[in-house]
Each structure stands twice: as C-alpha cells, then as structure tokens.
C-alpha cells in the first residue's frame, strides 16, 4: 500500500526537482561567488539606472495589457453568452488561434507590417502611426502583440467562470432592479469571476515579464532584453535577478491558483459547507 503511495507522487516528484534544481544552482551561483556568500550581485538593482527604466516600461506594458484584455473580453463573453450563445464557437476559434501561431512568427508579421508604415514616407500617416506605435516610452506595439498572446488563456479563463454561474438570472434580475447593462457587469459579473479575472491578471504579468523573442525582435528595452544585454558585461548579475523573476512567477502562477480555487462558487460553496459544519459540532 506504501509502495502504491509512493509511486503516485513520484511524477510530482519528478518534476518538483526538475523546476527547482536549475533554480537552487543559479542562485548558488548568483550569491555564493568564490564559494562565500554575497548579495553583491543585487547591487544592480540601485546601480544601473537602465533597470529601472526597463522595469518601469514593463510594467506600463503590462497594465495596458491587462486592462486592454479584461476591457474586451469580459463584455465581449457576457454578450455572447446571454444573447449569442451560437457564435461562441467561432469567437473560442479566433481567440485561441495564437497558440498554433509561433511568436516569432508574429514578431516576423509585425516587423513587416512596421517596415512598410516607415516605408510610405516621413510625414504620411502610415509613418506617424508606425512611429507611435514604436515609442520607447511607451512601446504600445508591444501591447498589442501580448495581448494576442495572453488571449487564448484569458479567454479560457473568464469563459469558464461564466459557465459556473447563473449569468442569464443574475443579469435579468440586475435589470429588473433597475441597473443598466455596464452596471450589471461592473458590479454583478465582475464579482462573482473575481478568481478567474485574478488568474488573466497574475497569468499576464508572469508572461509580460518573461517573454524576450518578441521585445528583443521589436527592439524594445523590456526587463528580459534587459538581462539578455546585460549578461554580457556582467552575467552573475543577470543571473541573480532571473532567480528573482523565476521565483516571482511561480509566486504569482501559485497565487493565481489559490485565488481561482478561493473565489470560484464551489469554493466559495465549500467554504460555507465546511462553516455549517463547524458550527453544527
């Protein structure tokens, strides 16, 4: 019966020690140089202004990301689940479509695409979209490539918590009460996929602060292009802040996991079976 025990989470095992192994030995090599222990590597983090500038446009660039995506797909998914149940499978297929599209693929169509704005001439509007769409400031050809990329996740994630609960009796209800269509979503859906919208956002922020074959195409200063220039001169450094970006999206795939269970209606459910039952012994 042990053996048998065992054996169930020896693949847990396994892949526990294939996650963490490579993350112990970078940061047994990021702070234990010449075999003593050391933070100078982190020195960086208030030494190179250049850090904080990448840090800060990827965070802008993920705001925007998360905003533009929960912005148009929770309306788009109420809408298609109350009133247009038929077109769901066609809105699933187009927003899934980017897993079988490579990034680098899309960074080859969006490169194109750019190239041939700046090619119309300075002072066309093809060239001043083109342009603003490349500004260092604030690179918003990156947000629209991560939230191609973050779209079939997203989808997935807000469709299913809308399957979990009485969308179609909630809404009328809400209307019957007298709230307009936006107030119902704002302050009767949102609530109740709170988990699932948690999920799209920690999703969308690991991947925006992971993601380099896309900003490193487009030439955009990200934190991951940042670490990539940066090893060159300084490798130990870079490894000892990839441990910290490692370690923060396992923290925020691990919280995003926890809020989903937290706050979905069977959670919620569970919750309130297990309070009942306290209270009835």
Known sequence: MGAVRLSRWL??????LYVLIPVLCAAYYAVFPG???SLRAYSVITEDAS???AAS???MITGLTIVTLVATLVPALVAVHLWAPRLRPILEILC????VVPPIAIAAGVVALLRWGA???RGSLASEV?????SPDLPLIL???YVVLCLPFTFRSIDAGLRTIPLKAMVEGSAILGSSTWGTIWRVVIPNIRGSMLFSVFFTTALCFGEFSLAATLGQQTVPVWLFDVSSNNFRASIAIAVLLNLATWALLFVATLSADRFSPAGRAARAERSLQKAAS
Do not use: D, H, K, N
Request: glycine share 14%.
């Open 11 to 16: 693949p847990v095992i396994a892949v526990g």
């Open 35 to 37: 075999g003593t222990f």
């Open 51 to 53: 850090l904080a500038a």
């Open 57 to 59: 446009r990827t965070f």
């Open 96 to 99: 899934t479509l980017p897993l």
């Open 119 to 121: 090619q119309q001439g």
């Open 130 to 134: 083109s342009q603003f769409m490349q």
């Open 143 to 145: 947000v629209g490539t």
